[in-house]
């Protein structure tokens, strides 16, 4: 007896919740508001929260914000993503995943098996996700995680900005979707209000026999889901909020990064780059060689004072001394 009365209390606290969310539209509800509306705990709260997202509902964490239900319309699929593409690439291939070990990783096998030029790996989450210097990159559910596979039609000495080129690409789609202002850490970070929200990792697939790059895999990892970060990243990552189709910022996204890395002249986006930057002009620590999965372990960082970017996408940088180098993104990790 008493067990079905907790389990009729648990689906009661579950529908007044559904209820309460659903009436807030496209607001946010905070955990507290709920409890003292409904009069139960903090601890009911989020039970509830996780059981209706195991009943399928998508409801969206942001800290000191609180919970929101996304809509059916917000929910990703091939047709919607499709249905906001520019014509010019309504044909191009794209694989939509539940959940996956990592895009990357699927994006690589399509590659070798001859996939054509554009075509797209999507998950809402990964399980294995892979970030720079062969960290892990968090991916929680309902986050939008795709790579891209690029054939590449241009000349050699143009690989190394293939990052920055992706990096303006979806700065620009998540600034005109969400209606926010983002800028780039070099190379492969955007932020937006302070916090990290996307992550880039570019990497090519090598003819051994050519020594030839035959692909380039573009990796990008946005932060559109909840805001459940782990510990070690709950004072840097961010997430998106606020109301937007992750359908057209998939899409814009794709495009664009199809675009700026075809362009004819690095020139192009590096202009962007440098005015979405938010390292030009700043105090960083430089860390070379030794820096991998934990910075806290690693060498003492060089100062320095990040001057400008190349057209090759390096970063300019003067030393206490006052000599310069121009750093590429495989050497080297910066701190602001």
Not at 4 to 26: D, E, F, H, P, V
Not at 94 to 122: K, M, P
Request: with cysteine.
């Amino acid at each position: 007896m008493s067990a079905t009365n907790s389990s009729g209390r648990s689906s009661s606290t579950k529908n007044r919740i559904l209820t309460a969310l659903q009436k807030a539209g496209s607001g946010f509800v905070s955990g507290e508001a709920l409890s003292r509306e409904l009069d139960i705990s903090r601890a009911a709260v989020w039970k509830a929260i996780n059981s209706l997202r195991e009943d399928g509902y998508v409801i969206k964490a942001v800290t000191n914000r609180g919970y929101r239900l996304l809509v059916p319309e917000e929910t990703l699929t091939e047709e919607s993503i499709r249905s906001s593409l520019p014509s010019r690439y309504g044909d191009l291939k794209i694989e939509l995943f539940d959940t996956l070990d990592s895009t990357n990783l699927r994006a690589r096998q399509l590659a070798s098996e001859g996939a054509a030029h554009g075509t797209t790996v999507i998950a809402l989450q990964q399980t294995a996700g892979r970030g720079r210097l062969g960290r892990s990159f968090f991916s929680p559910r309902q986050g939008l995680y795709l790579s891209i596979i690029v054939r590449p039609d241009f000349d050699l000495s143009r690989y190394a900005t293939a990052t920055a080129a992706a990096a303006v690409a979806v700065s620009t789609a998540i600034d005109s979707v969400c209606g926010v202002r983002t800028g780039i850490k070099w190379v492969n970070d955007i932020y937006c209000d302070g916090r990290k929200v996307c992550g880039i990792l570019t990497e090519g697939i090598t003819d051994f026999e050519t020594g030839q790059i035959e692909a380039l895999i573009v990796g990008i990892g946005v932060n559109t889901g909840s805001g459940d970060f782990p510990a070690a990243l709950a004072d840097t990552a961010g997430v998106l909020s606020g109301s937007y189709s992750r359908s057209q910022l998939a899409a814009e996204i794709i495009s664009g990064t199809l675009d700026l890395i075809s362009c004819d002249k690095n020139s192009t986006f590096i202009e962007s780059y440098k005015q979405k930057s938010i390292v030009i002009g700043k105090d960083i620590q430089v860390y070379k060689g030794r820096y991998r999965l934990s910075p806290d372990d690693e060498l003492q960082g060089i100062p320095a004072k990040a001057i400008d970017i190349d057209d090759d996408g390096r970063l300019v940088v003067q030393y206490g001394d006052g000599s310069r180098e121009a750093l590429s993104s495989g050497e080297i990790t910066i701190r602001l």
